[in-house]
Structure formats: structure tokens, C-alpha cells
């Protein structure tokens, strides 16, 4: 069987309803999330949950100690998955994922999931690492181009498209176990 590995990114309170940073879609995120964890635990494969934490400002975005920082109930960790901070929402440390996804058993995972709620704000070159993103297990929010409002749904699907194009491939939840 391949070796697959599963990176959880930042899905933390903050990004709930009553949190700093309310996401659109959130609770299907993290139903398709906790979907993913689930069949990846079931396959016994190797799972690392990220959560940015921002050190020393108690009343900033993700701050070090606080509920908004708390990976969400619904998709937290369990024994023996890894739990690694990181201080900037674009930054995926390159040495901290290799440290665990390239160890032990599961040494050259060649499948990588990832699903990550705020994915507009990572940058594509730290996903161009993955083979498959899962993109209904991924949301994002409402932006403005020039003075344009556009939606939630768009901002995702444009970028989707984007990681799809050169990238990795991008699915769907209910597609991703189909192999």
C-alpha cells in the first residue's frame, strides 16, 4: 500500500462563528475534515495537525495561550499525532514537516493530503509539496480586488483552480478514498 500521510493546517477556533476571524462554510470544512481525519486513521496513516499560534500579543489574531489557538474539537489531534505551532499563516515549515513526514515507517510518504481552512492565505509554494489538496475540507472568506467585494465561494474556487492548474491535484472529500 502506498504511504500516505495527512497535514492538518490551522484548524483552530479562531476561525469559528465566535472567533477573531469567522470563516464562510466553516462547519462543512470541518465535517469534510474530520471525514479525511477519520479515513486516515483508519489507514493507519501518519498525521500531523499544524496550529498557528502568535507568541507575546495576547489581544492579536491567534494568540499564544488563548481558546482561538485550540485546534476545533471536531478534528483535534489523538494519541501519537503530531502537533506542531508555526507564527505566520503563510508559512508551512518546510524542517518541522520533514521532520515527521520523512521518519520512520512512513520515510518517503509519497502521498500527502492537506486540507487547511484559511487556504487563500498560504502561499502556493509551500503546497506544490502535496499531491492533493482536499479542497471541500479547505474555506476561506469574503475579499475586495479593487474595490470589488467577491465572495467566499469565488475566492476559493479561484484559487483551487490556480493549485489545480500547475500544481497539486485538488478533490473533493468524497473522491479522495475512491483508489
Given amino acids: 500500500m502506498e504511504k500516505r500521510a495527512l497535514i492538518v493546517v490551522d484548524l483552530q477556533n479562531e476561525y469559528r462563528a465566535d472567533g477573531k476571524l469567522p470563516l464562510k462554510n466553516l462547519d462543512q ?16 496513516g501518519l498525521i500531523v495537525h499544524f496550529r498557528h499560534e502568535t507568541p507575546g500579543f495576547a489581544d492579536a489574531l491567534f494568540a499564544a495561550g488563548t481558546n482561538g489557538t485550540e485546534i476545533i474539537a471536531a478534528v483535534a ?16 515549515p518546510r524542517h518541522r514537516t520533514e521532520e515527521h513526514v520523512g521518519r520512520g515507517e512512513h520515510h518517503g510518504c509519497r502521498d500527502l493530503w492537506r486540507g487547511e481552512p484559511h487556504v487563500h492565505r498560504c502561499n502556493r509554494a509551500c503546497l506544490i509539496r502535496f499531491r492533493t489538496v482536499v479542497g471541500d475540507a479547505c474555506a476561506t472568506h469574503a475579499r475586495v480586488s479593487d474595490g470589488v467585494d467577491v465572495p467566499a465561494p469565488q475566492v476559493h474556487a479561484r484559487f483551487m483552480a490556480a493549485l489545480a492548474f500547475a500544481y497539486p491535484k485538488v478533490v473533493p472529500t468524497s473522491v479522495l478514498f475512491a483508489d
Fill in 29 to 44: 470544512t470541518i465535517a469534510n475534515a474530520k471525514c479525511v481525519l477519520t479515513a486516515a486513521r483508519d489507514r493507519q
Fill in 77 to 92: 489531534p489523538v494519541d501519537g499525532e503530531a502537533i506542531l505551532s508555526k507564527r505566520y499563516p503563510q508559512v508551512l
